[in-house]
């Protein structure tokens, strides 16, 4: 079965500090992409990094890392020194062979001034 | 970038109207597209693919004949929900795939069924 889980429905992190929003996924096809989007209330998809299954090195974008741990099935999202505009709805999603991106039940983050 | 237009962004109907939500590829062509349902504080549930030409595919349990997905061009994907009820109110999102280069979403669209 194909499934993306987000243990953290929700996350304080301190402005300027960095934060790891966990995501473990389960395929069984050898070539996939993990992707992270944040949802603000307004409610547009922002694309923020993406990872794909073959890829050597972890995926970096700005402020935004992947930590992708492949035999673990973990691809965790890290954002460094916090913003208060980073408050919003993150949600890691796998692209499977099928191409229907799948999406984790996401984690709320709110960052403290 | 690859753009995608939804619309409306929200739409408040009677009860057992019906109401089309359009999304439009403005500078690509959309030859699939993904239609999603998010209920508040929720996750995004897909509810169809389509694909240009031909019918749309849905999801286990997500009733064809009352969202109805059509996909006549390229560039234009539209989700009619008819006779909507209360209980069909939620968040509705498309998503077009550029292969591997990933998605394009558009923006929502907020539907209240009164």
């Known amino acids: 079965a194909q499934k993306i889980t987000q243990t953290q429905p929700g996350m304080f992190v301190q402005e300027k500090e960095a934060v790891t929003l966990d995501c473990t996924y389960d395929?069984?096809?050898?070539?996939?992409?993990l992707f992270w989007y944040k949802q603000p209330s307004s409610g547009e998809m922002i694309f923020l990094i993406y990872?794909?299954?073959?890829?050597?090195q972890n995926a970096t974008e700005g402020r935004y890392s992947l930590n992708f741990q492949k035999a673990r099935k973990s691809a965790n999202l890290v954002i460094s020194a916090s913003q208060l505009g980073d408050s919003a709805m993150y949600f890691c999603?796998?692209?499977?062979?099928?191409?229907?991106?799948?999406f984790g039940s996401g984690t709320r983050l709110l960052v403290r001034p | 970038g690859a753009v995608v237009s939804q619309h409306p962004s929200w739409v408040i109907c009677k009860s057992g109207t019906s109401v089309k939500i359009e999304c439009r590829s403005l500078?690509?062509?959309?030859?699939?597209m993904f239609w999603y349902r998010q209920f508040p504080k929720q996750s995004l549930m897909l509810m169809a693919t389509?694909?240009?030409?031909?019918?749309?595919?849905?999801e286990q349990g997500v009733e064809k004949d009352k969202f109805l997905i059509n996909h006549a061009s390229l560039t234009l994907s539209t989700l009619t929900v008819t006779s909507a009820h209360p209980e069909d109110s939620s968040f509705y999102i498309c998503?077009?795939?550029?292969?591997?280069?990933?998605?394009?979403f558009g923006s929502g669209t907020r539907l209240t069924v009164v």
């Open positions: 998503s077009a795939t550029l292969g591997v280069y990933g998605y394009t």
């Open positions: 395929t069984s096809d050898p070539s996939y992409g």
């Open positions: 990872q794909g299954s073959y890829d050597q």
């Open positions: 999603a796998m692209r499977p062979s099928s191409y229907k991106l799948i």
């Open positions: 500078d690509f062509q959309a030859t699939t």
């Open positions: 389509s694909n240009e030409g031909s019918k749309a595919t849905y």
